[in-house]
């Protein structure tokens, strides 16, 4: 995963990838060469969590929007979650966002003591 230019790099070679993968996270990412995009998804079933602020000046909103758009259509596990004010930064909310999806999607037998029920938690 990652953020931004790398994020998106990420959203399309996770896709177009051959071999399962077990999720990643795009934050204030877009996907690159979105026209042709349908046709090179072989990873219909990677998870996927994709955060935006709502306020980010770099990548817009409405371009992270554009972008759930066409993923939640090809992606049976993508899932977009809009940060209110967030500019183009990655915060505690994100991180938290973050870290839960880590834990939801480890295996049962790793436990990396993620807390993800406690909103006061420090992250």
């Known amino acids: 995963g990652g953020m931004g230019?790398?994020?998106?790099?990420?959203?399309?070679?996770?896709?177009?990838?051959?071999?399962?993968?077990?999720?990643?996270?795009?934050?204030?990412?877009w996907l690159p060469l979105k026209e042709t995009f349908p046709e090179v998804v072989d990873n219909h079933?990677?998870?996927?969590l994709h955060i935006h602020g709502t306020s980010d000046p770099i990548?817009?909103?409405?371009?992270?929007?554009?972008?759930s758009n066409i993923l939640s259509r090809l992606a049976s596990?993508?899932?977009f979650?809009?940060?209110?004010?967030?500019?183009?930064?990655?915060?505690?909310?994100?991180?938290?966002?973050?870290?839960c999806?880590?834990?939801?999607n480890l295996p049962s037998n790793i436990d990396f003591n993620l807390d993800c029920d406690n909103e006061e938690e420090n992250v």
């Open 5 to 29: 230019q790398g994020g998106s790099l990420a959203l399309y070679t996770a896709f177009s990838f051959k071999n399962p993968l077990a999720g990643f996270v795009a934050i204030s990412s």
């Open 45 to 48: 079933e990677t998870r996927v």
């Open 59 to 67: 990548i817009e909103f409405n371009i992270g929007i554009e972008t």
């Open 77 to 79: 596990q993508y899932q």
């Open 81 to 99: 979650i809009p940060i209110p004010g967030m500019t183009h930064t990655c915060t505690d909310e994100v991180l938290k966002h973050f870290k």
């Open 101 to 104: 999806f880590i834990k939801d």
